[in-house]
C-alpha cells in the first residue's frame, strides 16, 4: 500500500477568470502539476485533488458562476478523489484527514494555487497533524502580494505600481523560508519526478 499522496490544492479555472492572474509567476502550473501526478500514479501514489468554493459570493469561487473546475489539461484518474473545501487549509472543512488515514498515508506531497495561501497553510496543518510533508514550490503558483492596506478591489495596475507589493518570487521565498525544517521538506519538480524514472 503506497504511504504518499500528492495533494493538489485549487488549481482551478476561478483563478484564471481574475485579472491578477496576468501576472502570475507560473502560467503553466497546469503541465508543472500534471508531470506531478504522472510521477506519483507511475509510483503507484495517492492523487487527491482539491478545489476551492465559495458558495453564495457570488465570485470566481462561487460554484455556481461554473469556474470551481479543474483548469483545463488536468483530470482525475476513476477513483482519485476530488474534494471541495471552504477553508484556505485542505483538512478542515474537508475530510482529507480519514481519507489518508483510510490508505495508510505517512507523507504529503503538496502543490496547488496560492503558494503562500491554501498551499502554504495546508503544509503547516498537515505537519501539525503529523505527516510528513514535501512542499514543491515549482508546482505551485501565485500572484503579486499588495500591502494588506490597500483596497480590495484595487487594480492590478495599482497594485503593480505600490512599491509595498510582494513580488511572487519573493512572496514563494518567503514561504520557502518559514516552511522549511519546520513544516516541511522544500522538493524541485526534477527531483520528484526523476524519481518515477529511476524506480
Not at 14 to 23: E, G, H, L, M
Not at 103 to 115: A, C, F, H, L, P
Amino acid at each position: 500500500m503506497t504511504q504518499t499522496a500528492l495533494i493538489v490544492i485549487d488549481v482551478q479555472e476561478s483563478f484564471r477568470v481574475r485579472p491578477n492572474w496576468q501576472a502570475v509567476n507560473h502560467p503553466d502550473i497546469a503541465d508543472r502539476v500534471n508531470r506531478l501526478v504522472t510521477a506519483s500514479r507511475a509510483r503507484g501514489d495517492l492523487v487527491v485533488w482539491v478545489l476551492h468554493t465559495e458558495p453564495g459570493t457570488g465570485g470566481a469561487f462561487d460554484p455556481v458562476n461554473g469556474h470551481v473546475r479543474l483548469i483545463e489539461g488536468l483530470q482525475p484518474a476513476d477513483g482519485e478523489p476530488v474534494l471541495t473545501k471552504t477553508s484556505h487549509n485542505a483538512f478542515t472543512t474537508t475530510h482529507l484527514q480519514q481519507l489518508l488515514t483510510q490508505y495508510g498515508i505517512r507523507e504529503v506531497i503538496i502543490s496547488g494555487i496560492r503558494t503562500e495561501q491554501c498551499c502554504e497553510t495546508t503544509a503547516r496543518v498537515g505537519s501539525d497533524l503529523g505527516y510528513d510533508v514535501v512542499f514543491v514550490t515549482e508546482a505551485t503558483a501565485t500572484t503579486p502580494l499588495p500591502h494588506w492596506t490597500l483596497p480590495a478591489d484595487a487594480s492590478l495596475e495599482e497594485v503593480l505600481a505600490d512599491p509595498r507589493t510582494l513580488s511572487p518570487e519573493v512572496v514563494t521565498e518567503r514561504t520557502e523560508y518559514a516552511l522549511a525544517g519546520r513544516f516541511a521538506t522544500i522538493r524541485t519538480l526534477d527531483d520528484l519526478t526523476g524519481l518515477a524514472v529511476a524506480s
